[in-house]
């Protein structure tokens, strides 16, 4: 059976606190989008946010890839804060409005979809 929900948002530094860059602000996914590059948002390291508002995802399967997904300073197969590499620095995102849409394009670009 397919599961009525491939990911779930997390928000509010649910997974805990980031360090570093908040490298994204604002995104924004209608849930199709093959990559993160392709949802909209501020421009990369434009933000007015901090980490306790990073965003986070629960995928309903594993993988192994480049986004990371951590809990706390420990890394996480398919749920937790979700950090991204952008010039050699890991960083977080970060979004009042991170919702199933933003999490659903994670999870696919994951692997998990």
């Given amino acids: 059976p397919v599961p009525l929900y491939w990911a779930v948002a997390r928000q509010r530094a649910y997974f805990g606190q980031g360090t570093g860059p908040i490298i994204l602000d604002d995104v924004v996914c209608n849930g199709t989008e093959a990559t993160l590059a392709d949802c909209s948002s501020n421009p990369a ?22 986004i990371r997904l951590m809990i706390g300073n420990q890394s ?21 409005s991170w919702g199933y849409n933003e999490a659903l394009v994670i999870c696919h670009k994951l692997g998990f979809i």
Avoid: F, M, Q
């Avoid at 996480?76 to 009042?96: A, F, M, Q």
């Fill in 45 to 66: 390291n434009s933000h007015n946010c901090y980490h306790y508002k990073d965003a986070g995802v629960h995928c309903l399967v594993e993988a192994d890839v480049p």
């Fill in 76 to 96: 996480s197969t398919n749920e937790g804060r979700v950090e991204v590499l952008y010039n050699g620095v890991w960083g977080t995102i970060c979004d009042d």
